[in-house]
Antibody
């Protein structure tokens, strides 16, 4: 069974940092592109970042470029999102998601809540 | 960046109704269009990928069509479990963008 489990969310002050993790199981993690997607409270989905299976290709949304860094450790079946210079508008539930060959997100984690507030 | 615009933003419908949601891209995205369903407090669930391919395990009452800039998600006969918010997403070029969502609630 495919499972994606996010962790690392919490309350952080503006300007602070947080590192999210996503533990993958039930599939060959090293073969799949992965994404982060977020959802602010009561709002729609916002795509955040993309990393290819070998980490050779990485993309970011303009809203996080220069502040967030996506990475992965295929040996540990884990995906990460390092978030620096956090702002109130980064408050959201952050989901990790697997990308299938047809460029859709077929499995999602349960999400982890990040709250940026003083 | 490619902008995705869904319409309507919300709709009220009854069980058994045929429901259509549209998604328009700001430029051609070929068939790189996906549809997701999200229920409150839950992660999104993939319904349709590549504009018209039904994801495994998704009921056949869901269908997708379109290419280029205009796309449609159709629910042929709305069921109680279909009341949710639906999102389109383009994966033609980064940044991959979502539509603003369409909330389907009970009339």
């Amino acid at each position: 069974e495919v499972q994606l489990v996010e962790s690392g969310g919490g309350l952080v002050q503006p300007g602070g940092s947080l590192r999210l993790s996503c533990a993958a199981s039930g599939f060959t993690f090293s073969s799949y592109t992965m994404n982060w997607v977020r959802q602010a409270p009561g709002k729609g989905l916002e795509w955040v970042s993309y990393i290819s299976s070998s980490s050779s290709t990485i993309y970011y949304a303009d809203s996080v470029k220069g502040r967030f860094t996506i990475s992965r450790d295929n040996a540990k079946n884990s995906l990460y999102l390092q978030m620096n210079s956090l702002r109130a508008e980064d408050t959201a539930v952050y989901y990790c998601a697997r990308v299938i060959s047809d460029w859709a997100l077929d499995y999602w984690g349960q999400g982890t809540l990040v709250t940026v507030s003083s | 960046d490619i902008q995705m615009t869904q319409s309507p933003s919300s709709l009220s419908a009854s069980v058994g109704d045929r429901v259509t949601i549209t998604c328009r891209a700001s430029q051609s995205i070929s068939s790189y269009l996906n549809w997701y369903q999200q229920k409150p407090g839950k992660a999104p669930n993939l319904l349709i990928y590549a504009a018209s391919s039904l994801q495994s395990g998704v009921p056949s009452r869901f269908s997708g069509s379109g290419s280029g800039t205009d796309f449609t998600l159709t629910i042929s006969s709305l069921q109680p479990e279909d009341f949710a918010t639906y999102y389109c997403q383009q994966t033609y070029s980064a940044p991959w963008t979502f539509g603003q969502g369409t909330k389907v609630d009970i009339k």
